[in-house]
Each structure stands twice: as C-alpha cells, then as structure tokens.
DNA sequence: CTGAAAGCGCTTACAG
DNA sequence: CTGAAAGCGCTTACAG
C-alpha cells in the first residue's frame, strides 16, 4: 500500500503564521471570534502552503459529516431517476452538503447497503426507488440519523416521505378514458411490490369501477422491454383493449413500439395509450405521450428542505406528504370533445396526510 | 443545531467484552492478529451493543478514506451517461470504495468542485463528460490523488484517460457512408470544446477527403433538441445532406424525429444518420439507429482498475487507453450491397498512446 | 480576541 | 496474541 502524501496541517499554517493552531481552525470557521488582522495572517499562510482544512478531522470533532447518503435505483432503465438524482444532488451541493451515492438494483436489499452510510455517519439518508425495511427505519433512528424516502409511500413512522399522488393520479387517467369513451381497458403494471405501480393500479381501478368496467391486468417490470412485452400479451387477448394505462412513462413508451411497430395498431385511433411521470422523451414528436406529469422540482424542494430541517432540529417529526400530479394532453390518448392535445390540466397542489 | 445522538464507540464494546480497546479495532481489522476466542467475545459484545466502528474516525488515523470523487455531467440530457454512473459506481462498491458524487453541467467549471473532493480527502477523482484544468490536476499531483478522465481525452500527463477510438470511430461512420453512395454529408457536432464531439468529426473528415468530400457542420449542443433544430436548419440548405452523422447517439435521434416529424424525410431512404455510443434507445424499433457502439463495461473496467491501481501503488505513471468502438449496423442508413441490417463490425481492440 | 489543552474514535508501532 | 499509549487533524469549552 503506497503512502498518501502529507497534506498540509492547520498546525504548520500556525507555525508560519505566527499564531496558535486554534487561531488557524477559528480563521476557516465562519462565525468564530478572530480579529480580522490575523484571519488575514492565517489565510495568507495557507495560501502559501496549499492548506485545505481536512473535512475527515474536523467530521470526527464535530460529530457532524456534511454527508447526506442517497440510494438510487432504475437509473439506467428508466430516465425519470436520473432526473431525480441530479435534481437533488444540485439541491444537496447548494446547501453545503456533500451526496455519497449507492446504486441499486431494484430487487437489491438495503439492509446491507444502509450500514455503509451509518458507518461513515451521515448526517442523513434519502431512498429513491428503494424501499426500506423496518428494522433498518429502526437502527436509524436509534442512531438519530433522518431518512427520506422519495416516490415511494412510508412503511415506517420513523421516515418522511414525499410522492406524487399516485391514487388520484390513476383516477385522472380513468377519468380521461371514460369520458373519451373507452369500453376495454387495461393496465401495465410496474412490480407488484412497489407502492407506486400499486397505488396508480388502486386509483385507475377505482375510478374505472364506477363505470361499471374492471382493467385487465399485465406486467410490464417497469421497464421498456417488459411493456413492449406486456403489449404484445394483451393485444392477443380475445377481447383486446382499446386503452392502455401504464405505471410509468418508459414503459408507455415500451407499449406505444409495441402497438405501433409489432402489432401495427394506430394510435390513439385503435388505442390510447397513457403514461405517468412526463419524463422529456414523452414530449418527443414521436410519442407525444399523455401521461400524468409528476411535478420533481417540488417534490424535491420538500424532500430537501425537510431531511435538512430534521438533521438540524431532531425534535422535528417526520412528515408523509402528497404532491398532487396534472394531466398532460397530449395525442396518444383519444380526446374527449371539448379537449385539444398541448393542454396540461393542472390540479396540483400538496397535501400532508 | 441538535445534537447527534451518540454512537457506541470501540472503548464502550472493549469494556463490556473484558478486552482493551485495541482488541476491538483488531477485532475489526481483516488479517490483523487476534485470538479467535477474543474476536469472537469482541463481537459478541459489539452486537448487544449495536455497535458499528466509525469509517470517519478510520481514515482520519488511517489517511485513506475509501471514497472515490466522481464527477458527471449531462446525466438528464443524456442517456450514456446513467450508463455509465450506474456501471462506475457498481464496480467501485464492489471493490468497497465509496462513491462521492458531484453532478455538474457541462459548463461548470471544476476548479470550484475538486476542493471540495480534497477537502474530504477521497483517495482517487474519476472524471466524467468533465475536463480538467492543468492547475487542477498540478494540485491533484501534488497531493498524491490520481485522476482519471472517463470518456474525455487527457489535457496533462498528470491524469490518465480512457475513451473511445473517436477518430477511428468517425472514420468508420464516413466509410459506410461513403460505401453506400452518398454525395452530400453531414456532421452535427456536439460542442466545439469537447475532445468527443471534435475527435469524432477529425476522423470523419479525413476518411471523407479521401473520397474529396467536405461535410457541412451543424451544432447540435450534445441535446435532442440541439439536434433536432440542426436538422432543419442542414435540410433547409441549397444541397441538403443526403447523410447525416452526429457526434452522439442522442442527438441522432433528435435528427431523426427532425427529419421524419418536421421534414417529411424519409430515413435511410432519402437520409441516412448515424449515431454515437448505442444508447439502449438506439435499438429501439422507433429508432433502429446505426451507430458506433462505444464498449463501455471494458472501458470502466479499465478505468476502474487504473484508478484502484494507482491509489495502491503510487509509483505507477498514468495511462492513456484508446478502446475501438464496433460498427453496429441497423436501419436508419443505407446499407452498402452486401451487408445486412443486424450486422456489428466488431473491431475492438485497445491500444496504448 | 487568543492560546493551551482536552477530546472526537479510531490504528498501529512498541514492548511484553 | 495483547495492552498501554501516541498520534491522525481538527473543534471548542475554558481561562485569560
């Protein structure tokens, strides 16, 4: 193992400063009490030196990293995350902390990935499409170390949680194909054990009840492949549907090739086609998804302020809350009359639950 | 600001294990001399307790932090860069680093961001879709933290690289462009200070000279629709381009859509595009993008070892490794008799410069 | 405002 | 194999 060379201490700095080490460590502190005359002494040395006060050694004494531990899963199968994941690092940066990252597979299991933020006492933790178990809610608690999750309901009293409403969400997309007059629907689903494919599947579900029509169900794993799959499924179905509401946008997306370039159905003419989240591709000439757009920056606001809010005041209780999600016209989804594609029917608003 | 609840330390499990508080931390120490009966006592102890060493305290006495800076851009403008996040971050969590994650825009200047990696004394820098100043990679050197530059060629002998044959790649996309009979051709660049964008229009003009062509230049600035708005501006022109090549995947894309939505062209029959680095959308039926495939996994694979490598041994010289990109051939241009559509060249091979 | 000193929680020569 | 002790590079009460 090679020998990492010596960094410059705040020790040295005070040698050739003329001043006591404190002295140097009160100069990089904002707020400390120093007479300016020798904050300009001690910074004209560092300079001199190349001194960077070592954040490791000032984490140990403070008790406090500056690390917020995020998780992140899907970034490479579905472009809603890395949207999410630069949203929130920038947010993160601009606030003075540092992000360390753990990329996951959906099925991987956080409890082993959680202990390696603990170790490295982060201030705090946010789970994008990751689900935390109870035992680890728990230990993190124990600890005092706040958690987040992000798209993706609590399991845990112990966690905030910031989401999209995903019930009403699947509400506005029956809705829409109700009253465009749709009479065999079907959903894809994403996973059957993620609280977002679930939640959007109870709402569509729901609102289609009422109209007297059930959707019939297939499995898309939240990915293109797995839509484009599912699609080809359903079309061979003896009644197939003429409306497809999905979990997700990436996998609307997977069933619009499909109906399109495997099945050659029009679209919307012989189906519709309705997505979720309003990533961009969804807006590209060739999609021009409908799709139930979830409004990130917000989301993300909220999710930043209150994981930062709770790493400074423990006292603060965690918070569940819902981000209501607006409906974006566009033409892959049968208008009803009265309605023209380019308009987003916003009904967004938060609300805690 | 409240206070951190208090972890358990190695001196409170010393304590209740009846053993010194430097039998904990050989206890959890690989390879470090200690009794199987005290490590086991040692353990027992830790887990009653909860308790878990503290990796900042670790790296303060050990002056290794096993945290790797990694620094990207583009991750929500393109879909390449996901990839490799996801495909860098898994290897390193792998070999048990920890991953420090910087997201920038393309613009943002490094010199305010690898401070901050310093100041947390990361044991190694990975640079992505970023470049380097050479004051920057001086203070890097000196401190003894090896960088290494993903995907952008290397400005200073201080840092190593690993791309892409760009030029190579450029060559090859002109000669299938050249075999299949093209007249008119042209390039949509990337940026005009990214060492892709300007190695891979390098190549592509030299090949087409060959064969006394000049292409016209468009800039599609790296995006969709950069590309998408170059696209009908190139087909606007007096001799509009019966070819078109553009220095990335996606913004071949924003091409396509260009010329199929907003042109009424048809591709590859009256214009011919291909890409670069073979996204997962590129073989998308909407798409079937011919395009340079860049191999990703053996070129993180390298960088990833360089980077551990040198971090283990300082005495090993940076490197810079070229990687051949492979010809994937699929519909959207024309194809030259005799080769078929599904066809890759496979060319890879690496080479040192 | 300033300095001496204790302490943060580990690792690791050193002596046994 | 084991323990006592020094040391990693800071912060921060404490006394002046």
Redesign the pocket.
């Known amino acids: 193992m090679a020998e990492r060379k010596?960094?410059t201490?705040?020790?040295q700095v005070a040698k050739l400063a003329g001043?006591?080490?404190?002295?140097v460590?009160?100069a990089?502190?904002p707020g400390a009490?120093?007479?300016e005359?020798?904050r300009r002494k001690v910074f004209h040395a560092a300079r001199k030196l190349g001194y960077q006060?070592?954040a490791i050694?000032?984490s140990?004494?403070?008790?406090r990293s500056k690390i917020i531990g995020i998780v992140i899963a899907n970034v490479t199968t579905n472009p809603f995350y890395p949207e999410v994941l630069d949203a929130l690092s920038r947010r993160f940066q601009q606030r003075g902390q540092r992000v360390m990252l753990f990329v996951v597979t959906r099925d991987q299991n956080l409890d082993d990935i959680l202990p390696q933020f603990l170790e490295y006492r982060v201030d705090g933790i946010l789970l994008t499409a990751a689900t935390l178990s109870s035992a680890m809610a728990h230990e993190c608690a124990r600890l005092g170390v706040p958690i987040t999750l992000f798209n993706r309901s609590v399991p845990d009293a112990h966690a905030s949680s910031f989401c999209c409403d995903n019930i009403e969400g699947g509400r506005m997309a029956a809705r829409l194909l109700m009253e465009s007059g749709h009479h065999q629907v079907a959903f894809v689903a994403g996973s059957n054990d993620t609280s977002t494919s679930l939640e959007r599947e109870r709402g569509f579900r729901e609102e289609l009840k009422k109209h007297g029509l059930e959707p019939c169900i297939d499995m898309g794993e939240f990915s293109y492949q797995g839509a484009f799959d599912a699609a080809r499924r359903l079309m061979k179905l003896p009644k197939s549907p003429d409306a497809v509401f999905c979990a997700n946008d990436i996998m609307a997306i997977g069933v619009l090739d499909a109906l399109r370039h495997a099945e050659q159905k029009k679209v919307p003419e012989e189906v519709s086609v309705i997505g979720f989240d309003d990533i961009p591709m969804a807006a590209w000439p060739s999609y021009n998804l409908t799709t139930i757009r979830q409004p990130i920056e917000r989301m993300i606001d909220s999710a930043v302020n209150d994981l930062l809010d709770r790493i400074n005041q423990n006292t603060i209780a965690p918070k569940q809350e819902l981000v209501r999600g607006d409906l974006v016209v566009r033409s892959s989804a049968k208008l009803p009359s009265g309605l023209s594609s380019g308009y987003v029917i916003s009904t967004s608003e938060t609300r805690n639950v």
Request: charged fraction near 10%.
């Open positions: 010596v960094n201490t705040s020790t001043v006591s080490q404190s002295a460590s009160r990089f502190t009490s120093i007479a005359s020798t006060p070592n050694a000032r140990l004494s403070t008790k």
